[in-house]
């Protein structure tokens, strides 16, 4: 089971698949609902079982969703080792922004229940399906165009976007394994336009905003 905090992020579930076991609340009227167990706690409580500094008013206990079998969609995110909760959860709330149903993952990338992650989604993890899995061997077998990034690459503002494709994403630090950067077929970058030429990168989680920005407008 997982948590999901904040009676915001909690009435997605009530529209999604994922199932409820019982919901713990400082104002249980607030969510008005009679089909899901809801104890009334005190603010107190409430602190000593939230993950958050500053708690909000409701924690729901959820069950974790069923495996189920999966296929590529036409764009698709790929993440190898992206490690921060933070900037999981904000891509996450990117590709539902976007449309993009599915993200693939590493297998040592974050875990979607994480409660940073969640709570950085915004609702978005009951949209977007993560499937965890052997990255060298799905980039090895599908039939997207896997795509990586590289300063070297391509520029974002004048690349020819395939009809099919996987934007892979990778590590904080480190960027994508060397055996994920083998099975790429394209590279792209968003070059930089400051005068200084300095700032050595962006942070992931920006850069496949302004990627996707740019792939979706043409």
């Not at 391509?154 to 996987?166: D, S």
């Not at 950067?181 to 990168?201: A, Y």
Request: charged share 25%; proline share 4%.
């Amino acid at each position: 089971m997982f948590l999901v905090e904040g009676n915001k992020i909690i009435c997605e579930l009530f529209n999604s698949n994922f199932k409820v076991k019982e919901i713990l609340s400082t104002d249980p009227q607030k969510l008005d609902r009679t089909d899901i167990p809801i104890t009334h706690i005190s603010e107190n409580e409430l602190k000593k079982i939230s993950f958050l500094k500053t708690p909000k008013d409701s924690v729901a206990v959820c069950y974790l969703a069923e495996e189920e079998s999966w296929a590529d969609k036409k764009i698709q995110l790929v993440l190898d080792g992206i490690q921060d909760p933070g900037n999981l959860g904000t891509i996450i709330r990117l590709a539902d922004w976007f449309g993009i149903e599915q993200i693939i993952c590493s297998e040592d990338t974050v875990d979607v229940y994480n409660p940073k992650v969640i709570q950085a989604t915004m609702g978005s993890f009951t949209r977007v399906n993560l499937v965890y899995t052997d990255l060298v061997e799905y980039l090895s077998k599908t039939e997207n165009i896997n795509i990586g990034t590289d300063m070297d690459g391509e520029n974002i503002y004048t690349f020819e976007k395939p009809e099919k494709i996987n934007l892979i994403l990778g590590n904080e630090g480190n960027g994508m394994r060397p055996e994920t950067e083998k099975l790429l077929q394209k590279c792209i970058t968003i070059p930089r336009f400051g005068k200084s030429q300095s700032t050595e990168s962006l942070n992931v989680s920006m850069a496949a905003g302004i990627i996707l920005g740019q792939l979706f407008s043409k």
